[in-house]
């Protein structure tokens, strides 16, 4: 089954990363995107590892091609 994750969680871990790549993670953002995680995990009778897995991992490839993309040409 696919996992299915919801606009509020997305913009949750939207901002999560901003504020890691801004090197300015609070613990409010932190526990926030923690605290919907497990609630949409519940939700949907779904693993949370498995949820934050597809979550996070969407985010890591987008960041690193960010940070690929942006480098200036030699």
Do not use: C, Y
Request: proline content about 3%; cysteine-free; overall charge negative.
């Amino acid at each position: 089954m696919a996992i299915e994750l919801s606009d509020e969680l997305i913009q949750l871990e939207e901002r999560a990363w901003a504020e890691i790549q801004a090197g300015a993670l609070t613990v409010e953002t932190a526990l926030a995107v923690q605290r919907a995680v497990v609630a949409h995990a519940e939700a949907t009778g779904q693993e949370r590892l498995a949820v934050e897995t597809e979550l996070k991992s969407g985010f890591g490839t987008r960041s690193r091609n960010l940070q690929h993309d942006e480098r200036p040409a030699p």
